[in-house]
């Protein structure tokens, strides 16, 4: 039998044929008005007659992909069309079983393998031979084509479904531009069938598998749970004996521990009473303490503005008419080179930031008043101080004499610094012969 054989079909990247030539639009209309799982379409056009055969895939709605057979004939037609249905279902479960197109999933569906149909050339080709092959056992099963019916037009479509009477069918074959015998049971092979069952068995046998496995381990995470706390338990009861044995032994102790602790309490009530009444007692010496201290404060300021300083140490120095030291404060002085006699305190300040004055009295060492035209009434010399506040505060006072070295014989000197008519302070230095 003389014939071509397509191959066609939307795969994962849309549609695809073999051989490509201008039966794409036929075939695409094939699958246009396809109503069933599976159909074979078959189109008259003038002496050429198409037998298609669309197996739509198990994809969902969204992404619908399917895969088509077509032998075409010239100048004759086929009576058996059940007979073109087995055909077509044993080279659809070669392509699943071989598993280069087409393929089952996990869940058994059959889906495509290919994004389009030339990724696999060799088994395009080995698919239309085995077609083109088959088609010889309709060898005695032909008809010559009878002349095209104009009264019915070449777009006109005729359905039947795999249960109608094949002359029904092959009458329509030969008058109208469509027909269309659709068959949604029964479609696949037994062997098909057996595979898509296996492996639907396997998938779910796979899944309770997977169910038990992940019970069980929850199982198993809730035993290792209930082991720790278990031995939580353990210790904690282990804990709760030696608490209760350590404490049966403790108790009697305790009884003395307290009672010897309550006595302690008592004797501690009895020192506290006594050192409340000691605080009271030092509360009234503290009391009267102040008391007595801003009456001393009182006294103290009055002091202060009779004694302004307290001169707590005196020494005397030699110097020259420029002031600079000829014999250090404090150091033995000798006659021949005395000059200007310089007295340096030590004083306590009082009456802090006041200026006064003290006044000075020199007595030689036959008892006389060292004095001259400019002396103070009664004194020798005076000399201004501004009150500094604090201790241990130094300061020197005016010097007494002349330029001319010799100036003080040897003996025995009294210095006296007054102030307000009170003696601050009083001291003799001894000047030697050299």
Known sequence: MNSTVYLFGDFSQGYSQYPNDYAQSIFQNFYARSNAKTQIVIHRKNELMYYGYIHKLDTDASTPQ???????LNGIMLKNIKALFSLFENTFTDLVVNG????????GDVITKVNQLYEKQNEVDRITNLLHNAMSQFDNDCVKLPPVSYGISVTDVKDFTDTDDDNDIMDAASKYGYTFIFKNEDYNTRSLSGYKEIIRRLNWEKEE????????SSEYQKVLRQKKQFTVIIFLCIAIVIFIVAGSSMLSSKETAISDLENKVSNLKNDISEKVTTISTLQNSLSSAISAKEEVEQRYSCISDQIPILITNMELGNINSNGDVVTSYGSTIYSNNTMYLQLRITYTG????????????????????????????????????????????????TSWGSSTPGQWGSGSYRFEIWYDNVCLKAKSFTIYDY
Do not use: A
């Not at 280069?100 to 869940?107: G, T």
């Not at 598998?209 to 069980?216: E, G, H, V, W």
């Not at 010399?381 to 604090?390: H, P, Q, R």
């Open 350 to 397: 009082i009456n802090t930031g006041k200026d006064i004055r003290l006044y000075i009295k020199l007595y030689t060492p036959d008892g006389t008043l060292s004095t001259c035209s400019s002396s103070p009434y009664g004194y020798s010399f005076s000399s201004d101080l501004n009150v500094i506040s604090g201790e241990k505060n130094i300061t020197t006072l």
């Open 209 to 216: 598998i997977t169910k038990n496995f992940n019970k069980l």
């Open 66 to 72: 399917y895969i088509g057979m077509c032998v075409l």
């Open 100 to 107: 280069v197109l087409l393929e089952f999933n996990d869940k």
